[in-house]
C-alpha cells in the first residue's frame, strides 16, 4: 500500500492520483480517505493532482494508542506535504479535517499552501462556552463518547442518518451510501474514534483563524445538525480575512455525499479562480 510514515512513525496510508496543481483533501470523523472518492475523481480528471489520506488511527493508516490532538494531527498533513514534496498546494478540510487545516496554518504558517478550504468544518471552535454562546453543549460530547463506548457500531449507524440528513428534504443519501459510509467507520480504531470526539468537541481553532493568509473557501449547510453553522462555517467566514463563504440552503452535514455535484463545481471553481 501507499503509505507515507510520519515524525513519530506512525504510517499514514495515502492516495496520489492525476497531475497538476496539487489539492490535498483531509477527511471527516470518523470516515477515511474514501469518503472523498467523488470529488476526487473529479478533480484528478479535471487536471489536478489529488492527494488524500487516511487520518492515523483511521482506514488504513496505523492505529497508535495516542497521537489524536490537533498538533500531531496538523504535524502529520505537514508530513505528508513534505514527504510528496507538494509545492503551491489547496488543502481542503471536510468536517473535523477542517481542524488540521487550521492548526497547519498556524502551526506551520501555511507552508507551501496556496489556498485552504473549510467544508462543514468544525472550525473556528465548537464547545459551548461563556464566549462561544453558539457552540454544542459539553454534554453532547460526552454523550458521544459513552455511546460509542456502549455500542460503537450501533451508536454510529444511527449517527449517520442526521450525518446526511436523512429524511430532510434536501438531504439523504441511498440506503447503500450510508452503509458504505458505516463501513469505513468500522475500520477505525475505537480509541481514536473516542479520543477524536475531544479533540474536535474541545479544540478552540480562534487563534487560528488569523494565520489564514492566502484565499480560502468556507462552505456549510445551514440545515447541519452535526456542526451547526451559527458556531463554524459562519464564524470562520467572518474571522478569516478575505473568506468567500458560500451557504447550502437546507444542506446537511455531509456535503461531500448530499451535494456532491454543487460542491465539486463550487471547488473547481476556486480552484481556477
Known amino acids: 500500500m501507499p503509505m507515507i510514515e510520519t515524525r513519530d512513525g506512525t504510517r499514514l496510508y495515502v492516495n496520489d492520483w492525476g497531475q497538476g496543481q496539487p489539492v490535498v483533501l483531509i477527511h471527516g470523523w470518523p470516515l477515511n480517505a474514501d469518503s472523498w472518492e467523488y470529488q476526487s475523481v473529479k478533480l484528478a480528471e479535471a487536471g489536478y493532482r489529488v492527494v488524500s489520506y487516511d487520518r492515523r488511527g483511521f482506514g488504513r493508516s496505523d492505529q497508535p494508542f ?13 508530513d505528508v506535504i513534505a514527504a510528496l514534496d507538494l509545492k503551491d498546494a489547496v488543502i481542503a478540510g471536510f468536517s473535523m479535517g477542517g481542524g488540521e487545516v487550521s492548526r ?3 502551526r506551520h504558517a501555511g507552508k507551501n499552501v496556496a489556498k485552504a478550504m473549510l467544508i462543514s468544518s468544525v472550525a473556528p471552535y465548537m464547545e459551548k462556552t461563556d464566549d462561544n454562546p453558539e457552540g454544542v453543549d459539553a454534554s453532547v460530547f460526552s454523550d458521544m463518547k459513552a455511546g460509542l463506548r456502549d455500542d460503537r457500531q450501533g451508536f454510529l449507524q444511527a449517527f449517520f442518518k442526521d450525518f446526511t440528513g436523512e429524511g430532510t428534504d434536501k438531504g439523504g443519501v441511498s440506503d447503500a451510501a450510508r452503509h458504505w459510509m458505516w463501513g469505513m467507520a ?4 475505537p480509541k481514536a474514534t ?3 470526539v475531544t479533540a474536535f468537541g474541545t479544540t ?8 489564514f493568509k492566502v484565499p480560502t473557501l468556507v462552505v ?12 463554524a462555517g459562519a464564524k470562520a467566514a467572518k474571522m478569516i480575512s478575505g473568506a468567500s463563504y458560500k451557504v447550502y440552503d437546507g444542506a446537511p452535514h ?17 480552484l481556477k479562480g
Open 254 to 270: 455531509a456535503l461531500t455525499a448530499t451535494h456532491k455535484d454543487q460542491l465539486v463545481d463550487d471547488m473547481l471553481a476556486f
Open 194 to 196: 473516542i479520543d477524536c
Open 66 to 78: 495516542a497521537g489524536y490532538d490537533y498538533d500531531t494531527l496538523s504535524d502529520d498533513l505537514a
Open 104 to 106: 497547519y496554518m498556524s
Open 204 to 211: 478552540d481553532f480562534r487563534p487560528d483563524m488569523a494565520h
Open 186 to 189: 468500522m475500520m477505525g480504531s
Open 220 to 231: 456549510h449547510g445551514d440545515a447541519d445538525k452535526i456542526v451547526p453553522i451559527e458556531g
